[in-house]
């Protein structure tokens, strides 16, 4: 398919769904919103169309992709369901949650978008728009986040355009994402793992699951359980320093809550992820306040700390990339 050099924008209604479907028949890239956050789509049985998203993200081949279908019926075509997998697609879906299970018999996701394992990650997801391609698609859509690799996570339709204008066919704008961290990963094999924190916290699929979920072994760090969780994967330009107490000269401040820290009133550049200390509030700002102080210049960006509990794990994990020193 050719690439004009601008990536048309649409506005997510009845019109701009058709474009986006029919985009998607051809083999096109099209960005669409979730939830969770702006993920780029394209046909999950057509390998050239996978390849070629590959190439527009930047990313890394071996790095497998979500499958994302309209619900559990279409998931079933996929991927091979147990009881614990089953009681969590019922509980959760459509929602914030990836489960990773073995691929059906005749899966129709090319073997390029779950580079070669025999295991599969599907998700249903819950934002009305991105129902509404899929059950005009009729098909499942493989879809990572639509940003450069290395960039952090687009939580709005300019984001995808800043980073993908150009490089893919379509963007539909459905307005910011309600969520604003990606799904929550479980692999379902003999024993439920927690592969990535997410949109959906851990506590709630405990509760369901009635015990704890495991944590990844990674017998082998290079091969990572959930591969696309390279260590500096979230990653601003600017650098972050995580639990701040104070602000030095020139840093920009990432606040939480309503305490004032040393050194605040020297610094122009404060944004607050919830200053009622709302986490759910806190996490559909993180990326979009990641990228805007990322763009101030300023010699650092200091974060004050987050609480670990409920949406906090997926937070503090993102903040964790965004520190490491990068690859
Ligand atoms: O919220 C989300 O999950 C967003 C929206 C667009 O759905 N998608 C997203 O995709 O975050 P992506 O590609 O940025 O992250 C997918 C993660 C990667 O870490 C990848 O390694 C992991 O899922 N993954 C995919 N297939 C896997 C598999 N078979 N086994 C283990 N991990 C897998
Ligand atoms: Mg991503």
Known sequence: MKLDLATPIVA???????????????????????????????????AAAIARLYQAKGRPSFNPLIAHVADLAAAERIGRFDGDARRLAASFWPGPLTLVVPKAEHCPVADLATAGLDTVAIRVPLHPVAQAILRGFGGAVVAPSANRSGHVSPTTAAHVHVDLDGRIQLIVNGGPVSVGVESTIVACFDQPVLLRPGGLPREKIEAVLGRALAQPVAAD???????????????????????????????ALLAFGAAALPGVDATTVVMNLSEQGDLAEAAANLFGYLRALDAKGASGIAVMPVPRHGLGEAIN?????????RE
Do not use: I, Q, W
């Open 12 to 46: 997510a209604g009845e019109d701009g769904v058709a474009k986006a479907v029919k985009c998607l028949r051809d083999g096109g890239l099209v960005a669409f919103p979730t939830e969770t956050v702006y993920g780029l789509g394209c046909d999950a049985g057509n």
């Open 317 to 325: 994990d993102r903040l964790r990339r965004a520190a490491l020193p």
């Open 221 to 251: 760090p290079t091969r990572p359980l959930a591969p696309g969780m390279l260590a500096s994967h979230y990653a601003p330009r600017t650098k972050v320093r995580l639990e701040a107490t104070h602000v030095e000269p020139g840093e």
